[in-house]
């Protein structure tokens, strides 16, 4: 095999090669993608699909002068590869490597951080606005793809950039997936689009496509019209999600999404384990599909998270009340309130870190009409080496602010399953239950009790130590000779009266909080506490006010000093 990859270094260096020869490039950046993604971590589909884009796009244009905003992000492996992280690459998602999304801070050829999706297109218009106000004409280039469009922010900025007077590039990256097959009108529209007469030259916009992306020929032939240097256009291209790896192009994309460990030859991935403990994914879909089963009223909204939450077989057996809405979480939320007008049961299951993006649906459209809508937050706390666009760091103090929201935090898999089963008891209106991502903790019997109360109380001695800790970082604290432990599960509103009686036989209280301290449930606590003048030594342990980067979860939570070793150290320190 050539090797052209060895002599970039930066986006310049690719302008020195033959245009026959970046073929061979596109081959070299693939197999490298596919090496270090191949060792466990990353997004591999994605980027494989969009190596003749991400090289044609720094080929024609002047990296150092004009702008790129890579949608999602996790299409941009080759992007990070061609600008001066090749050697670096093999750090990806690793704690203190790069990034598996575009950041700001880690390169200057990165204008803009991405994670979420959708954001292109406003944030390219406002560089190519600002840029007209300094009075540079410069390029400006949204990637767009893997469902992004999907998303309603998107069209809020097609909307707006079709009366700018500006030079934007929205290129769409079509590859018919986000991580499963993309849902809703619009992708029927891009498979069938008309050249002439479609949705964006309606707006006003110029269009150009359908183009093959995954022929470095053909984009560099688009990328080179001069048409595009002036104004407004949308250039669409089709590529194959996984294109170039025989095992990824033909097999499954949504597994081939981010496939973990694999085997590179042969495709196959690392043996599975026995499947116990169970994920708490797998028992969230498992005990939706059971109630789904005893009650006609039940359904199940996802923004595009069928496969991340384990939906996929409730989408199979109950495709009549299951709910893809694509990436549209603002639209998830306040579809699921319309359906709780109507006295259907509607359970939205999202992400932590997504749902703070329909955060104005849950307080105007869920909770000031407190219309029983019961959200399953998943990969609550940090999710590990997506890091700081991805950690669910937020939810329990957001959702704390919001009046008629009732908020549970399970500290184990058994104690979730029942207060699915029973989210009709929960409260009248809207539910929120949070839970980590990843596997349980391998309990065997289920405790109906649990939904009938706000907090589990082990105590084995006559302490006057206690740790209270909220959702399932509780696992990592038992009680002892030195401390009590009370597991809050009921997290708002608190029943504080109960919570006083227990704390008054105590000197000392730990609480210790999956989520950060700024507005958290701890410090809701904390005042309480205070204005019942209780004499009673309090400290927090919980995450600080500031963004947590990428890495393995466990390296995370121990550099943060809350694993369990670290925990055992600081308790010890505190009870002294």
């Known amino acids: 095999m050539s090797n052209h990859l060895s002599h970039i270094r930066c986006p310049k260096d690719i302008k020195k090669i033959s245009v026959n020869d970046l073929p061979d490039l596109c081959k070299e950046i693939r197999s490298k993608i596919v090496e270090v993604t191949s060792q466990g971590s990353g997004h591999l589909g994605a980027s494989l699909g969009a190596v ?17 905003v890579w949608d999602v992000g996790h299409q941009a492996y080759a992007h990070k590869i061609l600008t001066g992280r090749k050697d670096l690459f093999s750090s990806l998602r690793n704690m203190g490597g790069i990034s598996g999304f575009p950041s700001r801070k880690e390169s200057k050829y990165d204008d803009f951080g991405t994670g979420h999706s959708s954001t292109s297109v406003s944030a390219v218009l406002g560089m190519a606005m600002a840029k007209k106000l300094k009075g540079d004409h410069s390029n400006n280039v949204a990637i767009i793809g893997d469902g992004s469009l999907t998303g309603g922010m998107a069209f809020e900025g097609l909307n707006h950039l079709a009366t700018a007077d500006v030079n934007v590039i929205v290129l769409i990256n079509d590859n018919d997936m986000s991580i499963d097959p993309n849902v809703g009108g619009l992708q029927r529209h891009l498979n069938s689009i008309d050249p002439e007469n479609n949705f964006f030259t309606d707006l006003g916009l110029n269009y150009h496509g359908v183009f093959d992306g995954n022929d470095i020929g053909e984009v560099l032939g688009v990328l080179s019209k001069n048409e595009l240097k002036r104004g407004a256009h949308v250039v669409h ?8 790896y025989r095992y990824s192009e033909d097999g499954n994309p949504t597994h081939w999404h981010a496939p973990g460990k694999f085997e590179i030859e042969s495709g196959e991935g690392e043996a599975g384990s026995t499947g116990f ?9 498992q005990t939706l599909l059971n109630l789904m089963k005893e009650d006609q009223d039940v359904v199940v909204i996802t923004p595009a998270m069928a496969s991340g939450s384990s939906l996929k077989e409730i989408e199979k057996e109950y495709s009549d009340r299951f709910f893809d809405v694509g990436i549209a979480e603002q639209h998830a939320v306040t579809f699921s309130a319309g359906l709780a007008a109507q006295n259907k049961k509607p359970v939205c299951v999202i992400y932590s870190t997504f749902l703070q993006r329909g955060y104005d649906q849950v307080i105007h459209d869920v909770a000031l009409q407190n219309l029983p809508v019961t959200f399953l937050v998943d990969r609550a706390g940090l999710v590990g080496r997506d890091g700081a666009t991805h950690h669910g760091m937020f939810d329990l103090a957001y959702l704390n602010l919001v009046p008629n929201m009732t908020i549970y935090a399970p500290q184990n898999e058994d104690q979730l399953a029942v207060l699915i089963r029973n989210t009709g ?9 949070r839970y980590p991502r990843g596997k349980g903790i391998l309990r065997q019997e289920i405790d109906e009790t649990y939904i009938h109360q706000d907090f589990v109380l082990k105590s084995v001695s ?3 130590n206690l740790v209270l800790t909220i959702g399932a970082i509780g696992n990592q604290i038992q009680a002892s000779s030195d401390f009590d432990v009370l597991s809050l599960i009921k997290v708002k509103p608190l029943d504080l009266a109960g919570l006083r009686s227990v704390l008054a036989r105590y000197k000392k209280l730990v609480i210790i909080e999956d989520g950060v301290e700024q507005g958290g ?3 809701t606590i904390v005042v309480g506490i205070a204005k019942c003048d209780m004499q009673l030594s309090t400290e927090i342990i919980a995450f600080p006010d500031a963004f947590v980067e990428h890495g393995g979860q466990d390296e995370l939570y121990a550099k943060l000093g809350m694993d369990k070793a670290s925990l055992e150290d600081r308790l010890k320190e505190f009870f002294a």
Request: charged share 20%.
């Open 52 to 68: 003749e884009l991400a090289v044609g796009i720094h080929y024609f244009f002047d990296s150092a002068r004009d702008s790129f």
């Open 237 to 244: 291209f089709r590529t194959k999600k996984g294109f170039g």
């Open 277 to 285: 403990p169970k994920k708490y994914q797998t028992i969230v879909g």
């Open 425 to 433: 008891q929960l409260s009248e209106g809207p539910v929120a239950i």
């Open 462 to 464: 006559s302490t006057k």
């Open 521 to 523: 449930i701890a410090q």
